[in-house]
């Protein structure tokens, strides 16, 4: 059951810190890589290497190895921190680290400031197994085409990819395009691009599946009051056992919103539903 929760917006107010650490770190690398000559850290999320450790995103990498038809050692070992993490946490890499997140989390509080509201209605209602098809039409249109196509169009990447050609050779790709359909989708409907449209996004879903972090319900606590459902970005609804499911990214809005202290945190090896 969960146990005592910290104060509230304690989880929103240090996931808000994490996703803002992620975005100056490849805001800062092609500055350090071109200005300091500093190649220690270099890339972004798509691919990020540390020193002699590479990071490779899980989505990139199954989608290279499919249209090259070859296993490739090192791309291999790049993907294991990831798809550990996925295995591990769930989908915290969308909800704690990318760079889409943060600057959809940027504008909802712009939005809260200039509405004074402090929850955001969803918008527009697609079924959840939409982000299914999403991965399944990406990768059949990778195979098809025989091209990494999230490789190249990834909103997530093109962040980082986008700040890397501003930087190192002062102009835009067309494909950042994508980054502004993707938030503009967020301004009319919250989060419509994670929620129902992200294939990476359904990947991590799949892989933490078996999640050993998940957020549980006291039912003894609960009175069901619907703050939960509200404060979720993914329009989930806790006290209904839906932050047990394969979409829950273990934000913690939940945690922080729920008044009667309901929901917390906990570590266990249960598969989920959904």
Known sequence: MPGKQPKKTFYNRIRLLSLTSAFILILAVPFLNRYCHFSFIQGWYQSLSIGHLWFVSPLEGLESILTSRKLYGPLLVGMIGPVLLALLLGRVFCSWICPISFLSEIMDRLIRLLT?????????????????????????????????????????????????????????????????????????????????????GALI?????????????????????????????????????ESLSAYCWNCGECVD???PKALGYTWSSSRPKG
């Open 116 to 200: 004074g509201k402090k929850f955001r209605k969803p918008g527009i209602a697609m079924p959840r197994r939409m982000l299914w098809f999403a991965l399944m039409g990406e990768v059949m249109l990778a195979m098809v085409i025989g091209a990494p196509v999230f490789v190249f169009l990834s909103p997530p990447g093109l962040v980082g990819r986008e700040i890397m050609m501003a930087t190192l050779f002062h102009t835009l790709a067309i494909e950042g395009v994508i980054v502004i359909i993707v938030l503009l989708l967020h301004l009319f409907s919250r989060r419509l691009f994670c929620r129902h449209l992200c294939p990476l």
């Open 205 to 241: 879903a799949v892989l933490g599946m078996a999640r050993r972090l998940k957020i549980r319900k006291d039912k003894e606590a609960c009175i069901d009051c619907g703050l939960c459902k509200r404060a979720c970005p993914l329009s989930l609804d806790p006290a209904k056992d």
């Open 257 to 259: 919103a729920c008044k």
